[in-house]
T-cell receptor
């Protein structure tokens, strides 16, 4: 089977740093991908990791450890507009993305 | 143009109706996808068309039928749906095979209600 788990909800304060964790157990894994989804809108691609290590993209960074089946998304200098759901997804086989349970992040002033 | 468009935005249909959802992209992407998303749940992959070849999620009921008339268009034909099929249906496309296929561009979705 395939399991991709994330915390259901997180809260943080504007200007702070937050880390959203994702653990996975999948077969045929080709990489870990992060998407952001605001309420009532479509998901938008944020970041991905194929190899172990940290990828930085502005305020967002993502980390992967393939041996531990673990990834995280780090959001720095949080802004109110970062309040959204964050979805990690495993790339499987050819062209298939399997999404995790999603983490709803609320940023407070 | 980096947009995936979907029509209609909202659809209400009875259990005996036949309807179709449409999706279009003009980014030259060769892979297109249908996802189903229930409230407060992640998107679930239904179908993939990659280079005009269909991959099916075996758990999707036959009352959902995809069609890919050309590499820019993707339809989802609906027939004899059940109330539990009410959800947001998302279309996505991606530029290439390999790692690039996982960087997907999503359309705004069709909110479907089955009565």
């Amino acid at each position: 089977g395939q399991n991709i788990d994330q915390p259901t909800e997180m809260t943080a304060t504007e200007g702070a740093i937050v880390q959203i964790n994702c653990t996975y157990q999948t077969s045929g894994f080709n990489g870990l991908f992060w998407y952001q989804q605001h309420a009532g809108e479509a998901p938008t691609f944020l970041s991905y990791n194929v190899l172990d290590g940290l990828e930085e993209k502005g305020r967002f960074s993502s980390f992967l450890s393939r041996s531990k089946g673990y990834s995280y998304l780090l959001l720095k200098e949080l802004q109110m507009k970062d309040s959204a759901s964050y979805l990690c997804a495993a790339g499987m086989g050819t062209d298939k993305l399997i999404f995790g349970t999603g983490t709803r992040l609320q940023v407070f002033p | 143009d980096t947009e995936v468009t979907q029509t209609p935005k909202h659809l209400v249909m009875g259990m005996t109706n036949k309807k179709s959802l449409k999706c279009e992209q003009h980014m030259g992407h060769r892979a297109m996808y249908w996802y189903k998303q229930k409230a407060k749940k992640p998107p679930e992959l239904m179908f993939v068309y990659s280079y005009e070849k269909l991959s099916i999620n075996e758990s999707v009921p036959s009352r959902f039928s995809p069609e890919c008339p050309n590499s820019s268009l993707l339809n989802l034909h609906l027939h004899a749906l059940q109330p539990e099929d009410s959800a947001l249906y998302l279309c996505a496309s991606s530029p290439s095979r390999g790692v690039g296929s996982y960087e997907q561009y999503f359309g705004p979705g069709t909110r479907l209600t089955v009565t």
